[in-house]
């Protein structure tokens, strides 16, 4: 009796000195690589990008708006919403209605302002006229410029959300053709992948990782067929979804979902319940049952 009395007083002893454990800190890390067909991401040699799948979940049904221009798509995107309701039906942004339906770095900013949200792209209508405002919005004229930065923010600063914009598929689909087919469309996507492992590299190599849950997103604007996308047809608006991490599910998302289903999906994993009165048009998908 007196023996059990002890050990309990030696471990209560003991929780009274023990350090707290930090609580893990939920980030998340969107890349968006510009017109990428899910089909040749699939064929690609890309490992760093099949490796997000495998443990990770994905669609390669994933759809993107009606008008599959690079606006509608970064807005809906970017704000959860279609653009009928944020207003963009083309690259003209002449209609946005980005002030009633922010993008989510604001969402995340307003709801907590003690967070550091970033974007850096390559496509400068993203910087200029979604991403206006940010702790960190900038636009580079290159893919390596893009990704570069992206490391140096994801090594020197402490970001809760970086967005990040690659653009050089969508240029060799302009350029050579959007088909899994034609090899240096794939070779773009290969260059494409080194640029995400590198920022993998850097989130796994953060002094606070371990006590860190990110949540790594990757997704695209649209699809495209011969040297061009813009129609409302299958081969444009059929997308890919990545949501990798520790609290992500595991195997296909089903249904398919959409590209306005990526805010919601952020902001359950950060914590920041959705007021119905921000009207999104998406809902979370690919977070595991806990989330």
Known sequence: MLKNFCIALAFFAFLQIAPAQEPVQKKVLIIGIDGCRPDA???AKAPHLHGLIKNGAFSDKAQTGDMTASGSGWG???TGVWREKHGVKGNDFKLSNFDKFPHVLARIKKAKPESFVASVVHWDPIQKLIVRKADITVAHKT???VAKVACQILAEKNPDLLFV???DVDGAGHKFGFDPKLPRYLDAIEKADAYVG????AVEGRKTYAQEDWLIVVSTDHGGTEKSHGKNIPEHRTIFLIVSGKSAARGAIEPAPGIVDIVPTVLQHLGIPVDPQWNLDGKAVGL???E
Not at 198 to 201: G, H, N, R, S
């Open 76 to 78: 809906s995107l970017l």
């Open 198 to 201: 590198a920022m993998l590299k």
């Open 165 to 167: 914009h690659l653009d």
């Open 288 to 290: 595991k049952a806990s």
């Open 41 to 43: 991401l699939l064929k």
């Open 143 to 145: 893919d390596p410029e």
